[in-house]
Structures are given as structure tokens and as C-alpha cells.
């Protein structure tokens, strides 16, 4: 689900919604098989696992064979661990393997794959 900019709910409605962070990301679907690999797609369904070798240990960070997919946002962090559109605008320029291999080892956590457990009923993902 996409979220969407809109008017706040008044008061009498506000239990209705529910509101997530604005992380101003790149939306991409994890695909990981339970096999140790991983396969990243753009919300176009274009194949960009190669642009994030900095995810490759995604995977590993799950117990071991669990399949699933995992509907999130690449972000890049500034200096003080905060979302950074530039530096993901930064991040998003590089396309040669030793570029990003230099910019990912120079920054710890350059890309973070901010996850939604879309398994979960809306009101325990956003609570």
C-alpha cells in the first residue's frame, strides 16, 4: 500500500487512520527465497539488486530458510543517522560496482532496508 499525502482527519475521525513515517525512500520489493540469496524490485518490477551490494547480507540477518518478501524503502543516512534525500540522490548516481563498493564501506549503514511486515494486520505495523 501506498501511503498518500492528504488533509489531517479532524478529531472525530481520527481513529480511522493510521500514519506512517515519510521516509522518502526507494520502494523496493525484497525477495529472499530461504536459500541465502536475496532479489531486489523496483516498484516498476526491474531487477536492482545489483545496485545495493551493500544488502547482499540481508539474508543472513533472517533464521536460516525462512522464505519471504519484505515490502520497504532503501534509505541513505546522514552523518547524525537521519533519512537523507541527498544522500540517496547521491547514493542512486552511482552505477559502477567500485563506486558504490567505495561509498557503502566509507559510510556504515549507507543503505538501510526499512521494512514493513506486510503479514501483519495494519494496526500492529503502525501502531
Not at 536475496?38 to 516498476?44: A, C, D, I, Y
Not at 547482499?56 to 534509505?75: C, H, M, N, R, S
Request: net charge negative.
Amino acid at each position: 500500500m501506498l501511503a498518500m499525502i492528504g488533509p489531517a482527519p479532524g478529531p472525530e475521525s481520527e481513529a480511522e487512520y493510521a500514519y506512517e513515517t515519510l521516509w522518502n525512500g526507494v520502494r523496493v520489493i525484497a525477495h529472499l527465497p530461504g536459500d541465502g540469496s536475496l532479489r531486489l524490485l523496483s516498484q516498476t518490477e526491474r531487477d536492482v539488486t545489483d545496485q545495493y551490494p551493500e544488502l547482499q547480507t540481508l539474508p543472513g540477518l533472517l533464521p536460516a530458510g525462512l522464505q519471504t518478501v519484505l515490502d520497504g524503502e532503501i534509505i541513505a543516512l546522514d552523518g547524525e543517522g537521519q533519512p537523507s534525500v541527498e544522500r540517496l540522490q547521491e547514493r542512486m548516481s552511482l552505477h559502477h560496482l567500485r563506486a558504490v563498493a567505495r561509498t557503502s564501506s566509507a559510510s556504515s549503514g549507507h543503505a538501510t532496508l526499512a521494512r514493513r511486515e506486510r503479514s501483519l494486520p495494519i494496526a500492529r505495523r503502525c501502531p
